[in-house]
């Protein structure tokens, strides 16, 4: 059986969401991040060195990183729902934002927070405006531009297509669930983005979302 390793507030959440689509039985065995840090627990390392979530044990198989779960799990336990015809376009599509979702996106998003956190922080009060200053800087000048302008990327795509890889449902949209979620988050106005905004409102009535929401626990960003 399946067991996932799931950390509160983290990108594990949409690997229920994919566990339920699928309807395979499987078991979620929870962490709590730190109150103060936020870190994951020291005990998922012993699951994996990097104490990384969302991570899953299949047997002796033991899977890390979101796109590789999504793309395991798929390949093992998929009846031709989410996974595309290979060499097909909407193949090429659906591992194009299974990618991007991690490798484009989040990292702006994660930039940001981190910028945001360092003007929060405790610090000397002659050393704060400086801190700030910097992390404001970096803000306006990188990764605030950087992240408007790939919203606006994944606004004009959804604007045209159903799902991220055309008119079906595929992998690739389990995978960009979360960083579009965290964006709204965090402060994006989803007004300015009315695409992307029908595409979470439709996830979040998927009546296997909500079910995913019930057993994965506290998670601020549906």
């Not at 793309?71 to 009846?79: N, T, V």
């Not at 300015?192 to 996830?203: G, L």
Request: net charge neutral; aromatic share 12%; hydrophobic share 40%.
């Amino acid at each position: 059986m399946i067991t996932l390793h799931h950390l509160n507030n983290s990108r594990s959440q949409r690997i229920i969401w994919l566990l339920e689509e699928l309807g395979v039985d499987y078991d979620i065995k929870r962490y709590d991040r730190d109150p103060k840090t936020s870190l994951a627990p020291a005990e998922l390392k012993a699951v994996h060195p990097l104490g990384k979530s969302p991570v899953i044990t299949d047997g002796d198989n033991t899977i890390a990183e979101s796109g590789l779960i999504i793309e395991y799990l798929l390949d093992r336990y998929d009846q031709g729902r989410f996974l595309p015809a290979r060499e097909s376009a909407t193949y090429w599509q659906y591992l194009y934002w299974l990618h991007y979702a991690e490798g484009s996106l989040m990292p702006l998003l994660v930039m940001t927070l981190v910028f945001n956190k360092i003007k929060e922080a405790p610090m000397p009060f002659f050393v704060r405006p400086i801190a700030r200053a910097i992390a404001d800087k970096a803000i306006s000048a990188y990764s605030g531009p950087n992240l408007k302008n790939n919203l606006k990327y994944v606004e004009e795509h959804l604007s045209n297509n159903t799902w991220f890889a055309g008119e079906q449902m595929t992998g690739a949209d389990f995978q960009m669930i979360f960083p579009l979620e965290a964006a709204m988050h965090r402060g994006i106005n989803s007004a300015d983005y009315p695409a992307i905004k029908r595409f979470i409102d439709k996830v979040h009535a998927m009546d296997t979302y909500r079910t995913a929401l019930q057993k994965g626990g506290p998670y601020d960003y549906a």
